[in-house]
């Protein structure tokens, strides 16, 4: 970034650094190359053994974005964007994480990263005006500022099943799958969980194992990908119009220039139009049908519309019509993440295949040979966990961050998590969240928000060097006013009724807040961007 200036104090003598930022995802790596074009002494500590976050962890079959790849991508270099070939729509997991290793190598990234190092905590020093951040392996590095770049969906949440130890075979969560090629060939597969990662995982598996059981307790609605391979020519033509196309993202709801804007209530045309609508976002292969009009996530009944023409389509899709019942989700769409898939529903069509309903038949324990379940032991050779995160929250709490006065994060957030904006929270100075609870983050295209929040905060601390300071904190009454913001705001949602993991739900005893904030990714930029225009009100500086 060569409009900015120099903000590094002298280069570390004793081992202070100006800026520690934690985790090499898509975050963490924009945030180092924003933090050197400020001229800071900037080093990044990742638990893995390479860039990439997510994409690093989550390697389980069928892993994919549901973002086209030309917009799941950053934006902030013209070179970068022009260079890099996508190869398919949607882009899968291998080449996400090799786009990744791409801008690693390219800026030069890897000489500031620490690898193989798991941050444990962080405790804030005021009379020295730095952050103490302690490593797993007992280390403690200093900085002025801290960042944390942990990813939303990082925590990853195996439930705590009885027997589980007894259990002989393998065990996978999706999101921490091995490195190392992991064949289900001939075996006896065991999948839990029907979230975006069950939903990708399962039509792969099913294709290799001999045997494959899923174990379904709240079914979602998955739409079909249409996944196809990217022509060389199509993706010039998105690259000739970039320009826009980030533009259009960056303004939008979801940070997405592909989705189209509703203007009309579902009840403002007839059955007919309205299903004509939702087969064109059906067809489209994008998880945007909860866009198609502007009330489906205010209004139950408009929302049924919806519901019940997707409904339709898992009928449709499933041979066996008692199968396809236990398939059919009841919440109202969108208000858990819509899935892409490819060949779900058609999968349970395979004789190979059996779907066990948690609902009617809990799982009562794991066994040395399998899952037991009312009246029945389910012989497995491997158990896969699709069970997701303790999102937003969870990494962030498994540290040990202690702000002014020793207060524990923990503690200021035992009733959910509480920011200003999501990027920061009072008692903490000098600490920052990128795509932090309160920030669109999850409810968008991450990496649109991960690049504003980026950008924000290589603004704010070029406003401290300005202003001659070295320390800034959000006061309360502003987070108070943005807590309320974001509860007032997802109060008037159906969001609210789902037992998502926007809601904590999925975690037990975790508070009942819904955490991202569905202002929108356009409506909220513009506000980051009055604040700062405004000189920060809300931040105080000293
Ligand atoms: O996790 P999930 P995920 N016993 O929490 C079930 C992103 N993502 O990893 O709904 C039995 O959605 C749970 O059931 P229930 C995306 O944002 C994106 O799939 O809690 N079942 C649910 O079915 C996504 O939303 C992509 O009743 C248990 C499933 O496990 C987020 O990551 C791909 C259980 C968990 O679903 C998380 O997705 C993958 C238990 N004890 C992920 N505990 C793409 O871009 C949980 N479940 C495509």
Redesign the pocket.
Known sequence: MSADVSLGAARPSVGVHDLLIVGAGFAGMYMLHRARGLGLDATVLEAGDDVGG?WYW?R?PG?????ESFE?SYAFDEALQQEWVWTER?APQAEILRYAQHVADRFGLRRDIRFRTRVVSAHYDAAAQRWNVGTEAGDTLQARWVVMATG??SA??V???PGAADFRGRQLH??RWPHEPVSFAGQRVGV?????????AIPVIAREAAQLVV??????YSLP?FNRPLPREALDEVKRDYPALRKRARESMAGVAGYPVPTRSAFDVDEAERDRIYETHWRAGRTSIGRSFTDLLTDAEANRTAADFVRAKIRASVADPGLAETLLPRHAIAT??V??DSGYYETYNRDNVRLVD?RRT??ERLTPDGIRIAGEDIALDAIV?????D?MTGALLAMDIRGRDGLALREAWQAGPRTQLGLMTAGFPNLFFVTGPGSPS?LSNVIVCIEQHVDWIAGLLRALRSRGAGVVEPTLEAQDAWVAHVNALAARTLYMDA???YLG??VPGKPRVFMPYVGGVGPYRRLCDQIAADGYPGFRFS
Do not use: H, M
């Open positions: 997510t989550n389980y892993a994919r974005c549901d973002i799941y949607y939303c969906l990853a949440r439930p705590e099943l999706t999101g839990i969980g029907t979230g975006s990662s069950g939903i990708q174990f379904q307790r709240t079914p979602g990908a858990k993440r899935c892409l948690l809990p799982i966990y699709a069970t997701g995160y999102a999850v037992d998502s993991w739900a999925n």
